[in-house]
């Protein structure tokens, strides 16, 4: 299945502090605006201009989506974003110039692989809109996904690697691609339900995070909501995905696909939406064309996105002692 975005009218940018452990990602139109929603189900999110994506609100459209790292010092870097499209004249009107419309949200990388002090710039989002492509987009340890770990629940020594990945599913009239940045709590799951990164016990199998919670494991232990004493106290998580449809979809029906498109989060990531997670899925269509159904979107941004999530993981690479499946 071809990872081509052209026929969503996208563009993909990544820049990336290997050095510093930490990166972000922009997702823009080619050459025009997007309409977009979104659904936040995480409890700890980083985020700007989300107030702007629900229905009712005056402006529809978006000329981009940041997903940074950085935490919300990341947010910071937004600013490039919009710095390349005004030069691009790209932005809602408003007489003498454009505003461009750029929400976005951060993960938390600032440990166990990032440096503290190392976050996204607004040149290095400056930098992502430039260099932004729509075929052969890198996947794996790379942009956003540069400092993204997994199975962070029994501390960092004991998670894997996430990372940036996307997927595309077509139907009969209707498309759906998806972008994620998995920085998960949880565990990552294949399609079979089998654990295929997360937390480790000490012979190198799965600890199985969703399991040892409901069991009380992690209580017993001195270890709740993703706090243990010494390294592991922080909280370094969020995945954050954006589906596209190639189909014309109402700012309404957009929220919709969103919320369903979070199935895949449970699905994949055991537990997902937690206090710890900043969990959020953005949906774009263009602003006009053919239309298709709301279901059908659904269920095409659901898979695109279950395969995404798996192949973040699958592409990731170890880095500071913390080993990833593509090693």
């Known amino acids: 299945m071809s990872q081509s975005l052209r ?15 930490t990166g972000c990602t922009v997702i823009r139109g080619i050459d025009a605006p997007h309409r977009a929603a979104c659904a936040v189900i995480g409890r700890a999110t980083g985020s700007r201009e989300l107030a702007l994506l629900a229905p009712g609100h005056l402006v529809e459209r978006v000329d981009a989506i940041l997903l940074s790292g950085g935490s919300a010092y990341g947010l910071d870097a937004t600013a490039g974003v919009m710095r390349w499209m005004e030069r691009a004249g790209r932005g809602f009107p408003v007489g003498s110039g ?54 962070k629940a029994f501390g960092p020594a004991q998670a894997m ?20 940045a998995v920085n998960a709590y949880g565990d990552v799951r294949d399609a079979s339900g089998a ?51 190639d189909a014309a979809f109402t700012r309404l029906e957009l929220q919709g696909i969103a919320r369903a498109a979070t199935a895949a989060y449970h699905r994949r990531i055991t537990p997902a ?26 269920m095409l ?23 990833g499946l593509a090693d």
């Open 301 to 323: 941004a659901v898979a695109a996105l279950e395969e995404a999530i798996e192949r973040a993981v699958r592409l990731a690479r170890g880095r500071d002692g913390v080993p």
């Open 195 to 245: 654990i295929i990164a997360g937390a480790r016990r000490a012979d190198g199998g799965f600890i199985d995070t969703a399991r040892a919670i409901a069991a009380g494991e992690l209580a017993a232990q001195g270890v709740a909501n993703g706090a243990a004493n010494g390294a592991g106290r922080f909280a370094p998580n969020t995945t954050l995905a954006v589906v596209a449809l």
């Open 7 to 21: 026929r969503f009218g996208l563009a993909v940018g990544h820049a990336t502090n290997g050095a510093g452990g």
């Open 98 to 151: 454009v505003v461009p419309i750029v929400p976005a949200a951060v993960c938390f990388d600032l440990a166990p692989i990032g440096r503290f002090e190392a976050r996204p710039t607004a040149e290095m989002a400056e930098a992502a809109c430039e260099s932004a492509v729509s075929d052969a987009i890198d996947e794996g340890s790379v942009g956003v996904g540069t400092g993204l770990t997994v199975g």
């Open 273 to 298: 939406g937690t206090q710890v997670d900043g969990d959020i899925v953005f949906a774009l269509a263009p602003m006009e064309g053919p239309r298709a159904s709301v279901a059908q979107g659904e």
């Open 161 to 180: 690697r996430g990372g940036f990945g996307l997927a595309v599913r077509e139907g009969d009239g209707c498309a759906a691609a998806a972008m994620v």
